[in-house]
């Protein structure tokens, strides 16, 4: 029988490079974890952040960030999209208020204007309503003033001599025409034959200067009114617009919103006078074509009685 000896050296030797290659091993595998481990912030002030623990295979997943959540599948073995939420609908913003704007009335331009614009405004709406009340008091006079020489007129051409007639004229003394009669018949009364037509003629003249001036008063109230209202309406817009640009200079803006109502307050002062001005010139126009016509009347009864005081004295 034959005997098997074993080397002992290389017995050790093939131990050492058994442990060195598991040795090595082993360090690789440390590597490897390491590698694939992701590295950790560091925590606030300077300390090392610890190590998160290792999870269990088939343990729930404590940390929802760490790890998304697995996809869910539909009926055909697809994946579903998640169906994201809808945002919630932001709170309703309450409306804002705006400021109404006030309203711009002749009354509120009035009481908002200058104390210059005002005094303006005074005057012209004191000329407008003097001129209206001239109107209507002097349409009552010629109509009254038509009718009652209507009358004289018949009481004349009705009486049988001058000298009757003014006898029956007394009761109209009030009116131009019965007084043209009467004078006539004071002069007839007199006696004397002599220039009886001149006379009579000299004294009708004077009642028709005195009746001239009665029918021509208040036209110059009219005449006033209608030449200077508009002017003076034009002056009080021309003060009013004045103080809009020293407003618009102070205020530093040019927003119409805050110009209007001075320029609106300047021209409602031409507005008021033009308003006294056009009436006054029409009225004026109206009665002074009313007046020329009654002057015309005077003169041809003035005529009248003349030819019949011819007639009756100097025949």
Known sequence: MKRVTVNKGSGMTMARV?????????????????????????????????AAAPVQPGAPATDPAAEPAPPVIGPDGLPVAPVAEPAPAPAPVPPVEEAKPEDITPITMFLKASIVVQAVMTLLL??????????????????GLTGRTNRVLQVFRSAS????????AKAFRDNPFGRMLIAAGDEIATGKKGGVSGRVSQRMGIVQAEVGE???????????????????????????????????????????????PGIAEALFATGIGLFAAVPAVIFYNMFARRIGAYQTRMDNFSSEILVRVAREFEA
């Open 126 to 143: 004191l000329w407008s309503v003097v001129t209206w009340a001239l109107m209507i008091s002097k349409l009552t006079f010629f109509s």
């Open 214 to 260: 009665e029918l021509s008063a208040g036209m110059g109230i009219f005449a006033t009114v209608g030449s200077i209202a508009a002017f003076v309406g034009l002056f009080g817009t021309v003060w009013g617009i004045m103080n809009s640009f020293i407003g618009i200079a102070q205020t530093q803006t040019t927003n119409l919103a805050v110009v209007a």
């Open 18 to 50: 058994t442990a060195a290659a598991g040795l090595m091993f082993g360090v690789a595998l440390m590597a490897t974890a390491s590698w694939a481990q992701p590295a950790q912030p560091p925590a606030p002030g300077g300390a090392a952040a610890p």
């Open 161 to 168: 001599s001058v000298a009757d007639a003014a006898k029956n």
